[in-house]
């Protein structure tokens, strides 16, 4: 629907105003990829030895790759309407699933990580079979499973860290690289060309925003509401569980508590995100800069040795900011529809 | 220069460095620390036998555990109750999952039902001071177990069950020293948020300040962050200064954040990582080489270490100034003792379990 916003000033070429408000949106489209040069031109400035080195970013864009699909797999509810708060509770229990199989029971790696997928599956089913069939308002099924998924973890692991997960995980994660970055950014990478495609190219993608943007617009336009739901939400839990196949593979072991601390950053990332390429909506190349931008902007900090409190007020900040400058774009769209 | 006056406008600069000068650095004495720690322990008693079964007939006592559901502080508690079943008296372990809430409903209740004994077993007890001062006042030892080191008490009305945090700092500090032969570079990473982080804090200080060509930083990652902040920051060191050649994370816990961003960096062939706790998941990292040494306290030995110093605050004893709970070094030469895959409270040895039977008249 915005895009149908955002082309119409551009089919207006000749106007003078026009071409202005046609540079402005562009400048939107980009703002957040300016900021995210902009941090790295004044960290740079500030520290070039280290901050200017390939290490440097190949260690930035190598070890996000798991916040990177966490938030993939958010904003793939948000985009249907819906809200997913159970994801950071699928990531940490996927990644435990995959300890508990391997380690504890001698599951072959393959297996244990079939097995974490299909926890995402099934929590997405969950999921999905309690906001649609009983109507109940996602935030509260999905705050109820995440806890209750919290509590399985903890059981399954008798609320213990489990180490030792088959090495090779770890390698095809983190030790395995190429052009100097480990492949777990490549397969983030991945997922978001994927679902960029996805939602720009396909049938199901713009049903998908369609039925966030109105459900009953969309049911009465003849898209299966109940059916596109359904799909995001086990789009989502797929992706959690993805993301904690990574986490698994980024220690080589998991634990029951941690994972849930990437809600937040997760969150921040996907309405940070929402601000830039295709203003006003959730979409993946936004997402991966925002986790990139905030990510970068934290590695600056903490090369220049401030303290980590500052990273909590960056995240915060940004969530903040994002969610003022979606405001922003919903009213121009209102105001311009 | 760009860079310490940004950090020094902003205020915020918490990382610093200390080219320590100072008093001769003794090897010897260093390698000697490290060897003793290296026996398997032996059990020595903290005070006088006693009879423990007759002296604590008609008492009880409640643990608090900041978690039921963490490994540490769960078994800790869980161990407790199994103890005093032995002994013969009631020891109840309120289940928490680490919300405050619930840490001041158990408390009160222990006063309502007029325990005896009401433990907290927390990383930082001061957040209860009002419930403790209630405790107190209804007649109810409060006792704060295993927070805090010797130079660092629990404040009143809080009685203390110590553990030499202090020394396990200063042994992962001549851990680095002897490793390094005199020319540690160590980046260590503390949790300040954590009561006994001080006295870990002060170990390390105090053995680096002997060491003239060493040189450490300290990272503050509150717990909350360990999952967010913690690889990131590490990495970010890692590559700010590229001579670092040992990480001190005080708590094992940090461990899993902290081996990553090693290998992130690729800097797996300079630093090593030395920590403390013990926990099987790092031992098992031990094994694998990932981590090169984690000083280890057995969870049994620290529960029965706590039920013995509370038994005699109970019964009128002179009380226990230092529980001689042991930290046993895993190194790669015998972290298989504590089993493939290494388990809690294995690798220590079994003395404590006699010895505490006999200092009890059990035996």
């Given at each position: 629907?915005?895009e149908?916003?955002?082309?119409?000033?551009?089919?207006?070429g000749?106007?003078p105003?026009?071409?202005?408000?046609?540079?402005?949106l562009?400048?939107?489209?980009?703002?957040?990829?300016?900021?995210?040069?902009?941090i790295?031109?004044?960290?740079?400035?500030?520290a070039?030895?280290?901050?200017?080195t390939w290490?440097?970013?190949s260690?930035?864009?190598?070890?996000?790759?798991?916040?990177?699909?966490?938030?993939?797999?958010?904003?793939?509810?948000?985009?249907?309407?819906?809200?997913?708060?159970s994801?950071?509770?699928?990531?940490?229990?996927?990644?435990?699933?995959?300890?508990?199989?391997?380690?504890?029971h001698?599951?072959p790696i393959?297996?244990?990580?079939?097995?974490?997928?299909a926890?995402?599956?099934?929590t997405?089913?969950l999921n999905a079979?309690?906001?649609l069939?009983f109507?109940?308002?996602?935030?509260?099924?999905?705050?109820?499973?995440g806890?209750?998924?919290?509590g399985?973890?903890?059981?399954?692991?008798?609320?213990?860290t489990?180490?030792?997960?088959?090495?090779?995980?770890?390698?095809?994660?983190?030790?395995?690289?190429?052009?100097g970055?480990?492949?777990?950014?490549y397969?983030?990478?991945a997922?978001a060309l994927?679902?960029?495609?996805?939602?720009?190219?396909?049938?199901?993608?713009?049903k998908a925003?369609?039925?966030?943007?109105?459900?009953?617009?969309?049911?009465?336009?003849?898209?299966?509401?109940?059916?596109?739901?359904?799909?995001?939400?086990l789009?989502?839990g797929?992706?959690?569980?993805?993301?904690?196949?990574?986490?698994?593979?980024?220690?080589g072991?998991?634990?029951p508590n941690?994972?849930?601390?990437?809600?937040?950053?997760?969150?921040?990332?996907?309405y940070?995100?929402?601000?830039?390429?295709?203003?006003?909506?959730f979409?993946?190349?936004?997402?991966?800069i925002a986790?990139?931008l905030?990510?970068?902007?934290i590695?600056?900090?903490?090369?220049?040795?401030i303290?980590?409190?500052?990273?909590?007020?960056?995240?915060?900040?940004?969530?903040?900011?994002?969610?003022?400058?979606?405001?922003?774009v919903?009213?121009r769209?209102?105001?311009?529809? | 220069?760009?860079?310490?006056?940004?950090?020094?406008?902003a205020?915020?600069?918490?990382?610093f460095?200390?080219?320590?000068?100072?008093?001769?650095?003794?090897?010897?004495?260093i390698?000697?620390?490290?060897?003793?720690?290296?026996?398997?322990?032996?059990f020595?008693?903290?005070g006088?036998p006693?009879?423990?079964?007759s002296c604590?007939?008609?008492?009880?006592?409640?643990?608090?555990?900041?978690?039921?559901?963490?490994?540490?502080?769960?078994?800790?508690?869980?161990?407790?109750?199994?103890?005093a079943?032995?002994?013969?008296?009631?020891?109840?372990?309120?289940?928490?999952?680490g919300?405050?809430?619930?840490w001041?409903?158990?408390?009160?209740?222990?006063?309502?039902?007029?325990?005896d004994?009401?433990d907290?077993?927390?990383?930082?007890?001061?957040?209860?001071?009002?419930?403790?001062?209630?405790a107190?006042?209804?007649?109810?030892?409060?006792?704060?177990?295993?927070?805090?080191?010797?130079?660092?008490?629990a404040p009143?009305?809080?009685?203390?069950?110590?553990?030499?945090?202090?020394?396990?700092?200063?042994?992962?500090?001549?851990?680095?020293?002897?490793?390094?032969?005199?020319?540690?570079?160590?980046?260590?990473?503390v949790?300040?948020d954590?009561?006994?982080?001080n006295?870990?804090?002060?170990?390390?200080?105090e053995v680096?300040?002997?060491?003239?060509?060493?040189?450490?930083q300290y990272?503050?990652?509150?717990?909350?962050d360990?999952?967010?902040?913690?690889?990131s920051?590490v990495?970010?060191a890692?590559?700010?200064?590229?001579?670092?050649?040992?990480i001190?994370?005080?708590?094992?816990?940090?461990?899993?954040?902290?081996?990553?961003?090693v290998?992130?960096?690729?800097?797996?062939?300079?630093?090593?990582?030395?920590?403390?706790?013990?926990?099987?998941?790092?031992?098992?990292?031990?094994?694998?080489?990932?981590?090169?040494?984690?000083?280890?306290?057995?969870?049994?030995?620290v529960?029965?270490?706590?039920?013995?110093?509370?038994?005699r605050?109970?019964?009128?004893?002179?009380?226990?100034?230092d529980?001689k709970?042991?930290?046993?070094?895993?190194?790669?030469?015998?972290?298989?003792?504590?089993?493939?895959?290494?388990?809690?409270?294995?690798?220590?040895?079994?003395?404590?379990?006699?010895?505490?039977?006999?200092l009890?008249g059990?035996?």
């Amino acid at each position: 629907m915005s895009e149908a916003v955002t082309a119409s000033p551009s089919s207006a070429g000749e106007n003078p105003r026009h071409g202005r408000r046609r540079f402005l949106l562009q400048l939107e489209r980009f703002a957040l990829l300016i900021a995210w040069l902009l941090i790295i031109a004044v960290f740079g400035f500030i520290a070039p030895e280290t901050f200017l080195t390939w290490p440097n970013f190949s260690t930035i864009f190598g070890s996000q790759a798991v916040l990177v699909i966490l938030t993939l797999g958010l904003i793939i509810p948000l985009t249907a309407g819906d809200i997913d708060l159970s994801i950071a509770q699928v990531l940490t229990l996927s990644s435990m699933v995959i300890a508990v199989l391997n380690v504890g029971h001698g599951w072959p790696i393959g297996a244990a990580i079939a097995a974490a997928i299909a926890v995402g599956l099934l929590t997405g089913l969950l999921n999905a079979f309690f906001t649609l069939y009983f109507r109940i308002h996602s935030l509260i099924v999905t705050l109820g499973t995440g806890t209750f998924l919290h509590g399985v973890t903890l059981w399954i692991s008798s609320s213990r860290t489990i180490g030792g997960i088959d090495w090779g995980l770890v390698n095809a994660t983190i030790l395995t690289r190429f052009l100097g970055i480990p492949l777990a950014f490549y397969y983030a990478l991945a997922l978001a060309l994927l679902l960029l495609y996805v939602f720009e190219f396909t049938s199901l993608g713009r049903k998908a925003l369609f039925v966030g943007r109105g459900r009953e617009v969309a049911r009465l336009s003849g898209i299966p509401v109940t059916r596109m739901r359904l799909i995001c939400f086990l789009a989502s839990g797929v992706f959690a569980s993805i993301a904690g196949v990574l986490y698994a593979g980024t220690s080589g072991s998991a634990d029951p508590n941690s994972g849930t601390q990437l809600m937040l950053p997760a969150f921040a990332a996907a309405y940070l995100g929402a601000t830039t390429i295709s203003p006003g909506r959730f979409n993946p190349l936004g997402s991966m800069i925002a986790v990139y931008l905030l990510v970068t902007g934290i590695t600056g900090l903490s090369i220049l040795g401030i303290d980590t409190f500052v990273q909590d007020l960056f995240y915060g900040g940004a969530l903040v900011i994002a969610v003022a400058l979606s405001q922003l774009v919903r009213g121009r769209e209102e105001s311009l529809t | 220069m760009k860079t310490k006056y940004l950090a020094g406008l902003a205020g915020f600069a918490i990382v610093f460095s200390m080219a320590a000068p100072a008093a001769a650095l003794d090897m010897e004495a260093i390698k000697a620390s490290i060897a003793e720690h290296q026996k398997l322990p032996t059990f020595t008693p903290p005070g006088e036998p006693f009879d423990a079964k007759s002296c604590m007939a008609g008492k009880k006592a409640m643990v608090v555990p900041f978690s039921s559901a963490v490994e540490f502080t769960g078994g800790v508690a869980t161990r407790m109750t199994e103890i005093a079943k032995e002994i013969g008296f009631q020891y109840d372990h309120y289940q928490t999952q680490g919300q405050p809430s619930q840490w001041i409903q158990g408390i009160n209740q222990a006063i309502t039902q007029r325990y005896d004994l009401v433990d907290v077993l927390m990383s930082d007890p001061r957040v209860l001071a009002p419930q403790a001062m209630q405790a107190d006042q209804a007649g109810l030892k409060i006792v704060a177990a295993h927070a805090s080191g010797f130079d660092t008490p629990a404040p009143a009305p809080f009685q203390n069950v110590h553990i030499d945090y202090t020394q396990a700092g200063r042994l992962m500090a001549q851990w680095a020293i002897l490793k390094t032969e005199g020319r540690a570079n160590v980046l260590a990473i503390v949790a300040e948020d954590s009561f006994s982080a001080n006295s870990l804090q002060n170990g390390i200080k105090e053995v680096m300040a002997e060491c003239e060509e060493c040189k450490v930083q300290y990272l503050n990652v509150p717990v909350t962050d360990w999952a967010t902040r913690m690889q990131s920051t590490v990495q970010s060191a890692l590559l700010r200064d590229p001579s670092i050649n040992y990480i001190l994370p005080i708590y094992d816990g940090m461990a899993q954040f902290v081996v990553p961003a090693v290998e992130l960096t690729q800097s797996a062939d300079r630093v090593k990582i030395a920590t403390f706790n013990g926990s099987p998941y790092v031992l098992q990292l031990v094994q694998q080489g990932e981590v090169e040494m984690d000083i280890g306290e057995s969870i049994d030995w620290v529960a029965h270490a706590i039920v013995d110093a509370e038994m005699r605050m109970l019964c009128g004893l002179p009380p226990v100034k230092d529980p001689k709970v042991p930290l046993y070094i895993f190194d790669a030469s015998n972290a298989h003792t504590a089993g493939t895959p290494p388990q809690i409270s294995t690798g220590y040895g079994d003395a404590y379990l006699s010895g505490y039977r006999k200092l009890w008249g059990l035996q």
